[in-house]
């Protein structure tokens, strides 16, 4: 498809008594998107010698030709006991012939059909409202087509004073994209397939959408952003992006090896706090962290008729006679996938089968779909009678609080600990030791304990692990299991020192795919150090970053139960998460609105009539 920017032209002008000619103007597709109109740059086609049609027909006439002579050849060969291999000169030039009709079919037909594949399969979610105008339909052709609105429906009514549209189309040709869009004659999500640029793709999905929603998007960054990085990666139908602002914390003391912590955060206090917490930490001699687990898990769900029958693929998956024909077939999925062990429940005549495998420096969701879809494959030949349901049956448990994740672990399992001494408990953390022991035997232990927590056992680990996150370009969704954490501390050395850890049996890390290829969150990679796939150990990146978040967890856990014990966890927010540019004015108003006269007022209106 020819995607180059054609010249513009100057829209037609027509008399306003031609109606039906002002009409067709108005419903018109631009040159570069309606296929039917005649296109002004040369096609493929006119450099054959002959029209296309007849082209086509010479070579599907020569394919069926070439191929029923051959099959009647060696059909004869085979009555006559002639090897096959022995070809004449006639053969030779039928296979040729075959093979050369055979490309040309296969270029001219086979490629469209596989790229029209792609785009309705990825875009299969959004098939029937792939238009924002109610009144176009899809038809069998992939064409969109007029039907009557309903009398019923009422439309969705706008918004009577709709903000400035600040983003004005830069040509002709993209006014009138815009108008195709807004329309519904032209689907937003196969701009970038049509156009072939993506950043010129997000302009006119975004000048669409504040047409067609009558609000403004002025605030929101479009320039300045690489959209081709995110195509087919990372988000669909783009309009802009937001900005996060990244704060620094550190240097954070990890086994013997200083890291600044890259966190993207609009909260306020979050940075400074996880920072406080680094200094008590580097001021103690550092903390150490050991890596004692690492899998990814993906659970299908299988049916069979009875249960006894599922009973059966469940001591066949378990049984350790079957394990290395399991790895075998699991394993060729990836050369970092290694499947680890296979966990097995039911339910009635359903099995969830857990697999769990290795997946080196990538989080290796993928990675681990791909080997369990190789032994659900595998197993399908000795139990047929298997239906697979799906999967994934949450069994997993992937972006949803479960105690599997909180016992059996997912992904990382980290255990971070550090010995802070008493001088720097009181001097830096502002506390004491007995304080901060007492506290968190209340509130992380036995606080969540009554709230009936499901991994929560911390202050606020949740509030690093999402900013550290969302720097690093992981998938924020995952930190809901990402942040299973339980916060212990314990005096030592005669009730002197405090001996503070966190274990943390599901962070879900990866240095390599996903968000990780963007510039942004590549560069915070590399402020760690742990950017893209180690080359001397698989893995080892990965398993550094998961080190530095349970690490980063650590520091803001004493920091902001310091805080708590000490009473200063009100007042350091006010200090660091308001400007006082906006408390003089709240307090001015304030002074403003609830005079003396007010509040006596107020206090009379609710006292009791006697």
Not at 534 to 542: I, P, Q, R, V, Y
Request: aromatic content about 6%; glycine content about 8%; some cysteine.
């Amino acid at each position: 498809m020819d995607t180059r920017r054609r010249p513009t032209k100057p829209p037609r002008t027509t008399s306003s008594q031609d109606g039906v000619g002002h009409h067709l103007h108005q419903k018109r597709l631009p040159p570069s998107i309606d296929n039917r109109s005649p296109s002004p740059t040369p096609k493929a086609s006119d450099a054959l010698p002959l029209p296309l049609y007849l082209t086509n027909a010479i070579f599907f006439t020569l394919f069926f030709s070439v191929a029923y002579y051959l099959l009647h050849r060696w059909r004869e060969k085979i009555r006559n006991s002639t090897p096959l291999h022995v070809v004449t000169f006639p053969e030779i030039a039928a296979i040729v012939s075959l093979m050369a009709s055979f490309i040309y079919l296969l270029c001219f037909f086979g490629i469209d059909f596989v790229q029209s594949f792609i785009t309705r399969s990825s875009h299969d979610a959004w098939e029937l409202e792939g238009s924002d105008n109610p009144n176009f339909l899809i038809n069998k052709d992939h064409r969109l087509v007029t039907c009557p609105t309903p009398a019923n429906i009422a439309p969705v009514p706008k918004s009577p004073n709709p903000d400035p549209i600040i983003t004005p189309s830069a040509s002709v040709e993209d006014e009138e994209i815009v108008k195709s869009v807004t329309e519904g004659t032209l689907p937003s999500y196969s701009l970038e397939a049509k156009l072939g640029d993506c950043k010129r793709a997000a302009k006119i999905r975004r000048e669409a959408l504040q047409r067609t929603t009558g609000r403004s998007l002025e605030g929101l960054p479009i320039e300045g952003f690489d959209y081709d990085s995110i195509l087919g990666q990372c988000c669909e139908m783009p309009v802009g992006y937001v900005q996060i602002p990244v704060g620094v914390a550190g240097p954070l003391m990890l086994n013997g090896m200083e890291f600044m912590v890259p966190m993207a955060t609009t909260e306020g206090c979050l940075v400074a706090s996880t920072n406080r917490g680094c200094k008590a930490i580097y001021a103690s001699g550092g903390a150490s962290s050991v890596l004692y687990a690492d899998g990814m898990t993906r659970a299908p769900v299988v049916r069979f008729e009875t249960a006894k029958r599922a009973s059966e693929l469940k001591l066949f998956l378990e049984a350790p006679d079957n394990s290395d024909t399991l790895s075998i077939v699991f394993n060729r999925s990836s050369r970092f996938g290694r499947l680890q062990g296979i966990q097995c429940a039911m339910a009635g005549k359903n099995l969830y089968i857990r697999f769990k495998c290795s997946t080196g420096d990538a989080m290796g969701m993928n990675m681990v779909s791909k080997g369990v879809q190789n032994v659900l494959d595998f197993l399908q030949t000795d139990f047929p009678d298997m239906e697979v349901i799906g999967l994934s049956g949450n069994y997993c448990s992937d972006k949803k609080p479960a105690a599997v994740n909180w016992i059996g672990g997912r992904g990382k399992s980290v255990v971070c600990e550090a010995i802070i001494k008493e001088e720097i408990v009181k001097k830096v953390l502002k506390t004491s030791v007995a304080s901060l022991v007492e506290l968190n035997m209340l509130k992380n232990l036995a606080g969540s304990a009554i709230a009936g927590s499901l991994g929560g056992f911390n202050a606020h680990a949740s509030n690093i692990v999402s900013a550290i996150f969302i720097a690093t370009g992981q998938d924020p969704a995952q930190n809901v299991e990402s942040s299973n954490c339980i916060t212990m501390m314990e005096a030592v050395n005669d009730g002197k020192d405090l001996h503070v850890s966190v274990t943390m049996p599901s962070i879900e890390v990866g240095t390599v795919g996903g968000g990780t290829q963007l510039a942004s969150q590549s560069a915070c990679l590399n402020l760690l150090g742990v950017k893209g796939a180690s080359k001397e150990s698989a893995g080892s990146n990965s398993g550094l970053l998961a080190n530095i978040v349970a690490g980063s967890v650590l520091a803001g856990e004493l920091s902001l139960m310091a805080a708590i014990a000490q009473g200063q966890l009100v007042k350091s927010h006010m200090k660091y998460n308001r400007s006082s540019k906006d408390i003089s004015q709240a307090a001015s108003l304030e002074r403003r609105e609830w005079s003396s006269n007010d509040i006596e007022g107020e206090i009379k209106e609710k006292q009791p009539e006697r």
